[in-house]
């Protein structure tokens, strides 16, 4: 079993220096093949491992295995150490099956592109530094898979290197969730300093005596999840990542990197019990981040966007589940919503592709005319994003929704925001729904798609990107990149079935052993939960039904409202007022007056000082043979004088 | 009284010796510069007589003021007598540093000799007749200083050996050293 | 011992020294440094001299036959040197006689 892990680990970091190595003698599409094979065998390697931890019994779940020590420091070891255990695995089977899926896709999104094996090679790098994380036995190990996922996030959210927007977007997620990386390294310190071990579980014997000193831990912790899982104060990032390719936003920006919040927070859960305080801070931030990306999605006018935002949004859910202790409830709702978004991503990307990279929702209409297949699977992901029985999202969604009645004022305001969240979850869904699919096509899409234009594609209507084959485009796309979709459209329906909170939880019972549950909410709390969450889902579809697709009444103008959304509630405006421009002020300032004289300067002093010194010694070089003799003979002189005074 | 006879002929002579030393370096003509050193080397001869050493006077005589200084004449006479101003050219620190180097040099010898000798210089060691004589330095010669004497002739031969190597007219065409000097000729005319 | 003392013999063994030194770094034709070498040389026969007369021994004065002997051989030398320059039609500058450098 512990092979299984580390093959599951490590074949996709062969693969990734397989790719590396090997270059330009392989073809594209070999690479594309080998990067997909690797997350193949590390799926199935995770089942093998999820098979034998089955098979025991739940107390005997947790193996460890160190394959060496690097750091020993007196009594702090660190090695490198995975773990497995119900949660790890259950990350391991997410991430490689998910992850398989959307590389499979990739083979046919990103056919004809130059640099196409570069990007397969990034995809390997990225799924084993997800993995990494995920199985990562102590804290150490886990910020290294964390710091490689942001880099992972990094190259692949820059992979057209030659869009600027794509190079800045890949810089502000880089630079954002370095401010997370350097809260969690704090945190880190503060653990070691207090002679703690970081390996799991001994990491979580916190003292009581040290009561301020957890909060600070966990409000690192915090730091690092906010960051990487675009949670306010931190989410900025995460609508510019889009510049990426589709699926790269699929795998990255919906399915895995962002959940990584979730899982840690999930994983060091004994902390934040300690420090109850953060805990219920985590918790208010989700809810503030899943209302705010609510609003603002209903703005967008670029598919991936809108999709982006609501990935936000569901992630407050799952933050809210954590911050709650709902660990069961938010862990499945990080399984649905990694099928869910995922499938929604995917077809979204065979419809950009079909219309030669336009992404803008309002030239598109009626694209289900021609691509039927496409609209359906959408269909089954919104369903499934809204939380519609029997698809995925309701049963996940409505345990953590309920998870918050009956604790307390605080609890029950989060209960609100979180049922309004439903709501606008139901405008911005279908409200994206009904603006592509369904009716009369567009004259946009009249003419890419129904006449089956030679399509140059290229990804995003803004600016150049790699060469790209020509295809031609009638109706749907290729099979490799519809059988995945497909694939998520089936887990997107069924994968909810695994756990009807009050009647059936095997996923809360097998996570039990290591997250145990705050708390359980009563069948009369679900039920209410469920209830208000599925009407109101429903009122959000009427809504967009009503604005959108009958037309019958107009969309309200509210100028104030419209700006303050479109704008994304100016967070990038405050930020770089605050942060960015006395950053750029300060570095100003000091490379005139004090790079540019002092360190500079005194270059070209020591440059002139030994040139200087140079000229000086030529001119004892006169190559007279009587200059020679003077020097031997004050030699003689100063000897003399030395070997009068030494004795 | 015979104290004071020696005194005046040591003051004649070291005088002698003195004058004639600056004398060498100073003369322009090169051919009275080696005259002045003859005067040196006879003045020389005189205080090693003053000092019991009277075979190497005669051989300070003999051999060098002799037959080296007339080598020297010799040579001086084929070449010509260039003059050159004695405190011109080189760097200009020369003459300066030179001059400097030779004071250092003799105070130092003076102050060292003075601090480390002090009194027991005027404490000199009985001595016989035969000290200094014939006999003696034969003697030693053969006796406890075999080696020195041996390989001073060693160093005689080379010297004759690279001597007649130096003197050798070289064939003037043919060899490297014959073309290149047919080239400095061919240049210089 | 009648007359100066030993110290006398060495002043002027030292003043003989540092002439023929003064005359090594100052004078440009090569014959005339060779004469200040012998100078040189000489002083230090002298002090030699003295030193063994101070001592009672002898061995000095074997010094100074072997030193003698040894600037007789380096005049020979010199001068040949000296005289195969001069047929190189070259001046007779020790300035001048630079080809050595580096």
Known sequence: MIIAAWICLLAPLAAALLITLLGTRISRRAAAYVSTTSVLSSFAAALVVFAKLWAESPDQRSHASTAWEWLNAGTFHVGLRILVDPLSVMMMLIVSGVGFLIVAYSIGYMDGDDEERRYFGYMALFVFSMLALVQAGNLVILLVGWGLVGLSSYLLIGFWHERPAAIAAA????????????????AFFILIQHGQSLNFPDTFDVGPGHGWLVNLVALGLLGGAVAKSAQLPLQTWLPDAMEGPTPVSALIHAATMVTAGVYLIVRTHAIFEQAPRVQELAAGLGAATLLMAGLIALVQTDIKRVIAYSTMSQIGYMFLGAGLGAYGSAMFHLMTHAFFKALLFLAAGLVIHALAGEQDMRKMGGVGRAMPVTRITFLIGSLALVGIPPFAGFFSKDSI??????????????????????????????????????????????????????????????????????????????????????????????????????????????????????????????????????????????????????????????????????????????????????????????????????????ITEVAGGVRDLGFWTRRLQTGLVRTYALAIAASLVVLMVVFVAVR | MGNVVVWAVWVVAAFSCLASGIAVISFTNPFYSALALIGNLASLAVLYLLLSAEFVAAGQVLVYAGAVMVMFLFVTAYLGGHADAPWAGGPSWQQFGAVLAAGAILVEVIVVIGLKAGGRLSHEAKIDSNFGSPQQIGRLFLTDHLLAFEITSVVLLVAAVGAVILGAHSRRSGTTAGVIHEREVRARS | MLGPDIAWYLAVSAFLFATGTLGVLLRRSPLIVLLSLEIMLNGANLALIAFARHQGDASGQIFALAVMAVAASEVVVGLGLIVAIARKRLDLDVDKLSFLRG
């Open chain 1, 401 to 602: 929704i309920a998870s918050a009645l009956g604790q307390g004022w605080y609890q029950d305001l989060l209960f609100a925001v979180a049922l309004i969240g439903t709501l606008l979850t139901g405008i911005y869904a279908f409200r994206l729904y009904f603006l592509v699919f369904p009716g009369e096509p567009s004259p946009f899409v009249e003419e890419h798609l129904m006449h089956g234009s030679h399509a140059v594609g290229v990804e995003g209507a803004h600016g150049e990107s790699h060469g790209h084959d020509t295809h031609e485009h009638r109706g749907e796309g290729p099979f490799s990149m519809t059988a995945p979709v497909l694939v998520l459209a089936v887990l997107a329906v069924i994968g909810g079935w695994i756990q009807f909170a009050p009647l059936w939880h095997p996923i809360s019972d097998w996570l039990e052993p290591v997250a145990r549950p705050l708390t359980e909410p009563t069948n009369t709390q679900e039920a209410l939960a469920s209830l208000f969450a599925v009407l109101l889902g429903l009122a959000g579809i009427g809504v967009a039904w009503v604005l959108y697709s009958a037309r019958r009444w107009q969309v309200p103008r509210w100028a104030l409202g419209q700006r303050l959304l479109e704008h994304k509630f100016y967070f990038d405006e405050a930020y770089d007022f605050a942060f960015y421009r006395p950053s750029v002020a300060l570095a100003d300032y000091l490379r005139r007056w004090f790079e540019e004289p002092v360190i500079q300067g005194s």
């Open chain 1, 171 to 186: 810089k502000k997620a880089f630079v954002m969730n370095a401010i997370g990386d350097a809260t969690m390294a704090l």
